[in-house]
């Protein structure tokens, strides 16, 4: 390199140094306050080789990136915490991560809605004599453990031998919030028959809501932002037929990639390109490979209870720790409602008229011999021959 001896040439090379700086401390400053993935930095080095000077430009990372991959690594760290968490061994297998909380029971479950439709299922009529099978769905989401797939139920079947009992339960039984010890007090002194029913209801199993692939076609930094091209922005409803991909991302949608969940954060529709931030995991995402459409394991707990004909019903359910196998210690307040009066899905048909053409109701005999306490002619004894 030249030597520089000139007054006029250092005031310039220190000027431009100086120029250099202040750049990039408005870019460092920049790096705190701008939603970019990046920010650039220029700094003068001297050529080894020639030693003759070069402006060379680093890319940083700004604050939010780094800000985004941190909590990124706190979802994941919380994910392991909770349970909920896979890691990679070295051989190519997963192992999930198991966490072991304090024993406790359940909290009771409370503010359940009164359900007003029914579903119908396939059941053969040996497992409860009716068929179709005719139940009521209880939305159990933050009432019970994530991780729980089973609830203990308790029914109180209201004896409605005639309209009147129907009107009686419909007047002082609905719409009244009383414990489990409150209502058999309540019918005991208000001199009603009743009969109890105890079981444990697992929910059923439950499949992922959406269906949905998104090739990456492209990567791109615009703005100093890492942006995804996708082959397709369509996905559908999962189904034994045909997918019908009636749906579009958008903001806030999650995406799994391997064993990383990504967030949308902005779209393009026009393009087919997003820019996601990291949620959970630490795979980086490569052209040529895809997205898939994700939606929490969690996302519903759904209780499905069967029921019958014109029945009055209180139910009263309690959660279970499946971690210890510890059952809740009371019951929540009942849920009471009379099933003839209940509309089915998707129709406008109540459960007494779809009963009333569609049922085969085998148990109904039976369940009259029970309440009538009938002896069939089996069990009969031969009378006494008449003395004349």
Known sequence: ??????????????????????????????????QDDTIS???????????????????????????????????????????????????????????QPIAISPTEITGVSIPTRFTTRSNWFFESMMSPQLIVSFDLKNKIDDQSDR????????????DEETEWFLDNIVDSERTYYE?????????????EDEETQYLPLA????????????????????WYYFDTLRYGETSDEPI??????????????GNSIWKIDDINISEKRVHLIPYVGTNHPT???????????????????????????????????????????????????????LIRYGQNTSLEDYYNYYVSDFGKQLE????????PAYFGVAPNPPQL
């Open 1 to 34: 390199m030249p030597n520089v001896n000139s007054f006029s040439e250092i005031v310039n090379t220190l000027a431009e140094q100086v120029n250099i700086a202040l750049t990039n401390v408005v870019n460092l400053n920049k790096s705190v306050t701008t």
């Open 368 to 375: 009259g011999q029970a309440k009538e306490k009938f002896i």
């Open 183 to 195: 209502t058999i007090t309540y019918l005991n002194e208000q001199e009603k028959q009743y009969w």
């Open 41 to 99: 930095l220029s700094v003068e080095q001297i050529n080894p080789l020639t030693g003759d000077p070069s402006t060379v430009t680093y890319s940083l990372p700004s604050y939010a990136y780094v800000t985004n991959k941190l909590n990124a690594l706190a979802q994941t760290m919380d994910a392991f915490v909770n349970g909920e968490g896979v890691v990679l061994l070295n051989d190519g297998t997963y192992r999930k991560i198991s966490t």
């Open 151 to 162: 609830v203990v139920v308790k029914r109180i079947i209201f004896d409605n031998y005639n």
């Open 207 to 226: 499949t992922e809501p959406y269906y949905g692939y998104f090739v990456i076609t492209d990567k791109r930094t615009i703005s100093g932002q890492e």
């Open 244 to 257: 019908v991909k009636n749906y579009q991302l958008s903001v806030d949608d999650y995406l799994r990639y």
């Open 287 to 341: 052209v040529n490979n895809r997205f898939e459409i994700y939606t929490s394991p969690y996302e519903t707990k759904i209780l499905q209870i069967p029921v019958g004909y014109n029945e009055c019903n209180i139910i009263f359910l309690k959660g279970v720790n499946e971690n210890f196998n510890i059952l809740g210690d009371s019951w929540g307040y009942g849920i009471p409602f009379w099933t003839n009066t």
